[in-house]
């Protein structure tokens, strides 16, 4: 039985004071720290980079799960993984074969995931299932926190979790109503950015998502 994890993301926490932000977010309970990172190419923002995970590093005890949201993901595994990442998420959509992706990160002994965006279907992943510890299904296009949910996306998760018995990761517009349609549906990851951030009591915002 796969437990359920809520997984923040610090894409939509206080960069003023972000070591602060992500103890505060473990003390409520929150299980792993996602961390959006993107390049203004394969997205039109641009967010962080490794220099950052490096600094959360010694932060916090919680996986790092990082969603690379970039062009050219395979350039920047090594630093990603020395930098502490224990997680390492990218899209389907790159133009690099993901089996090679999938290979250099797996070389560096780190969890692999794949991610597709809304409008990409399960097929085109289906022939790296066996190779990812988990899929990521975003459930916004990819670029910005605080977006609405896309409800069209749910039958995709329903769909995957009948042949992909892994952690399933849901990314975007997450929060206490969606949060019960995704669990529903098969994932067992929840990352939530502006919904965790955006509460008071981050320890009841990440109890509702959990239900
Ligand atoms: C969007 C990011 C999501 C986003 C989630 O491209 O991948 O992780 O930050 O933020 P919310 O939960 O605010 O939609
Ligand atoms: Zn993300």
Redesign the pocket.
Known sequence: MLKNIIAP?I?SADFSKLGQEIKDVEKAGADWI?V?VMDGHFVPNITIGPIVVKSIRPVTKLPIDV?L?IKSPEKYIESFVKAGADFITFHSEIEKDPKEVIKLIRYYKKKVGISIKPKTDLISIENVFSMVDMVLIMTVE?GFGGQGFILDCLPKIEELRKIFKKDIEV??GVNEMTARDCLKSGANVL?AGSYVFGAKDYALAINKLRG
Do not use: A, Q, R
């Open positions: 993301s894409l996602h959006d969603h949201m990819p990314d975007g990352v």
